[in-house]
């Protein structure tokens, strides 16, 4: 192994943050999975019983009165997206205070504390793909146009979710009562965002408020490869420019509070 393999920051600052981001990511990876008897399948199974669950009591209890045939896949298109969001907000609200030791200690850039937790929610985001193929394929979902837009929705959902780990993740910190209250937002968050119901199902006055939420942009576009008609230009604009502007203010407050930071860890 030469000195540049095994001191990453010896070579460039970008190519020796990407190999320690990655290193770090699939080093949590390993070690989810690796104790667990079922591994990869947890990364689909928690979406799965949800989207089972909300399908049965919408088409079997209640006459659903929104969302789109086949409403499975409606569900997932926007279910698993949503678990990468939640999942890795929640867990940077602990991205310092489990890690500790190793945050202080480290020399590395400390926003990829909170960056490694968005990018491997994200590998398990892409690895839970084929699922929602699948079901396409079993319920006779076409697929549009739209799936190219998948890599868009991808980039604005990465740089929201990191701006708002990198907000949450410091200021927990200071204030430990954050971390459950950033549960009681995304619990929240989850009924207002088009999940078990889509943006064509809003009242006139309500769509256009709800456009005013990032992830009704974001799952837009992912619906957009089965269900055009979900697919709001002027929500996937407000989406982008909320994305990138919650990642420059979580880029700022990061920036802001590290010293204190580490001094409170």
Do not use: C
Request: charged share 15%; hydrophobic share 55%; net charge positive.
């Amino acid at each position: 192994m030469s000195y540049a393999d095994s001191h990453p920051f010896s070579r460039t600052p970008w190519a020796g943050y990407r190999h320690s981001l990655w290193l770090l990511t699939t080093r949590d990876l390993k070690v989810r999975y690796s104790t667990s008897a079922l591994g990869y399948l947890w990364s689909i199974l928690d979406p799965l019983v949800m989207a089972g669950i909300y399908w049965f009591v919408f088409t079997q209890v209640f006459q659903r009165p929104v969302g789109t045939e086949p409403y499975i896949v409606f569900l997932l298109s926007a279910l698993l997206p949503w678990m990468w969001f939640n999942g890795a907000v929640s867990d940077s609200t602990r991205a310092f205070l489990k890690d500790a030791k190793l945050v202080r200690s480290t020399k590395l850039p400390r926003t990829i504390w909170v960056n490694r937790i968005v990018l491997s929610k994200g590998i398990e985001f892409l690895l839970s793909l084929p699922v929602l193929a699948l079901f396409a394929a079993l319920f006779g979902a076409g697929v549009g146009w739209g799936l190219a837009l998948f890599p868009l929705a991808i980039l604005l959902q990465a740089a929201l979710t990191a701006g708002v780990g990198l907000i949450v993740a410091p200021l927990v910190v200071f204030f430990r009562d954050l971390e459950r209250a950033t549960k009681l937002v995304l619990r929240f968050l989850f009924y207002a965002s088009p999940i078990v119901y889509g943006t064509t199902n809003l009242p006139d006055d309500l769509h256009f408020w709800a456009s005013f939420n990032p992830l009704t942009g974001i799952f837009g576009l992912y619906r957009s490869a089965f269900f055009p008609d979900e697919l709001d230009w002027f929500a996937v604009g407000v989406a982008a420019a909320m994305s990138f502007a919650f990642l420059a203010v979580g880029l700022w407050v990061f920036r802001s509070s590290e010293r204190h930071v580490l001094k409170e860890i």
